[in-house]
C-alpha cells in the first residue's frame, strides 16, 4: 500500500504557534500536517489573524484543515450528541458563519479538504431529519464554491446511515474524513467494514486506535496505534481495496504532551512498516 505521507493533527501536539507546530511535527516523523482553524476543541493559535500567512511561510506541506465549534461538549457521547456539530437547529446560523470562515482560510491556504464533526444525523425520515440534512447542503455547498471539501469526521453515526445521507446528498464537496478509532469509541460499527461502505468517498483519514466502551452510554478507550481494536494491518489493507492513496494523519487525543508526541512517534513508525 502506497500513500503520499504519514502525518499529525496539529491539535494533537499541544501547540499554539507555528514555530512549535514546525519543530515538533519535524521530531515526531510527520511529513504532513492536518491543522485546525481555531476553536475550542483544535486549539488557536498565537498569531491570531496572521496564522494563514505564518503557515505559508513555514515550509509545512499540509493535508488539510479542521474546525469545531464552541459549546461542544465531549464529557459524555450523551453530551455531545446534544451539542455537536450542526445538531441543534438553535445554533445552526451561528455555526454556519464559523463553518465559511474556516472554508475561506482552507481556500486561502489552496487546501482542499476541510473536516467538521458534522453533528448526529437524524436517521429517520421527517422534518427534523430534512432540516438537518438542509444544513449540511448548505454549509457543503458554500465549500464546493470555494473548490473545498467538507470531509464529515466518521463516528456518530453508523457507516450505514453516512452511506445513505451521502446518496441522499449527491453533493460532490460532501465528503468523509474516516476516523476507524471513532467508530469504536462512538460504539458505531467495525471500521473495517465501513471502509467498504464509505470507502469511495473518503477523502482524509485519520490513523487513531481504541477499544470499545465496557459500560453502555460510556466512551471507548483511546489507546496507542496498534494496540486497540481496529487491526491497523487490516485498516490499511481495507484503505489500499477501496483505492485510498491519500495521507494517513496521525490523531491522539488523551496524554500529556510527551505522552501524546511518544504515541503519535509511534503511530507514525507503525503506519511506515504498513505502508
Request: hydrophobic share 40%; proline share 5%.
Amino acid at each position: 500500500m502506497a500513500h503520499s505521507a504519514l502525518g499529525v493533527c496539529s491539535w494533537s501536539l499541544q501547540v499554539s504557534n507555528i514555530p512549535d507546530l514546525v519543530r515538533l511535527s519535524a521530531e515526531v516523523g510527520a511529513e504532513v500536517v492536518q491543522v485546525g482553524i481555531g476553536d475550542p476543541t483544535h486549539g488557536a493559535w498565537d498569531e491570531g489573524a496572521d496564522f494563514v500567512g505564518a503557515l505559508q511561510a513555514s515550509g509545512l506541506e499540509l493535508s488539510g484543515t479542521m474546525i469545531g465549534f464552541p459549546g461542544e461538549d465531549y464529557t459524555s457521547p450523551a453530551t455531545i450528541r446534544e451539542t455537536g456539530g450542526f445538531g441543534d437547529p438553535a445554533l445552526r446560523a451561528g455555526r454556519l458563519e464559523i463553518f465559511r470562515y474556516a472554508v475561506d482560510k482552507t481556500a486561502e491556504l489552496g487546501l482542499q479538504c476541510l473536516c467538521s464533526h458534522a453533528g448526529f444525523i437524524p436517521e429517520e425520515d421527517g422534518p427534523e431529519r430534512s432540516s438537518f440534512l438542509d444544513c449540511i447542503a448548505e454549509a457543503a455547498q458554500y465549500a464546493g464554491d470555494k473548490d473545498v471539501l467538507f470531509t464529515m469526521e466518521t463516528g456518530q453515526e453508523t457507516a450505514a446511515l453516512l452511506r445513505r445521507t451521502l446518496d441522499e446528498l449527491k453533493l460532490p464537496s460532501l465528503r468523509v474524513n474516516f476516523d476507524p478509532a471513532n467508530m469504536i469509541l462512538y460504539d458505531m460499527g467495525d471500521p473495517i467494514e465501513a471502509i467498504e461502505i464509505l470507502g469511495p468517498d473518503i477523502a482524509h483519514v485519520h490513523a487513531k486506535d481504541a477499544n470499545p466502551p465496557q459500560t453502555n452510554g460510556e466512551w471507548g478507550e483511546e489507546v496507542p496505534l496498534g494496540d486497540g481494536s481496529v487491526g491497523m494491518a487490516a485498516f490499511a489493507e481495507a484503505l489500499a481495496k477501496a483505492g485510498y492513496r491519500g495521507p494517513l494523519v496521525v490523531e491522539r487525543e488523551v496524554g500529556d504532551q510527551a505522552e501524546r508526541i511518544a504515541a503519535i512517534k509511534h503511530g507514525i513508525s507503525v503506519l511506515r512498516e504498513l505502508t
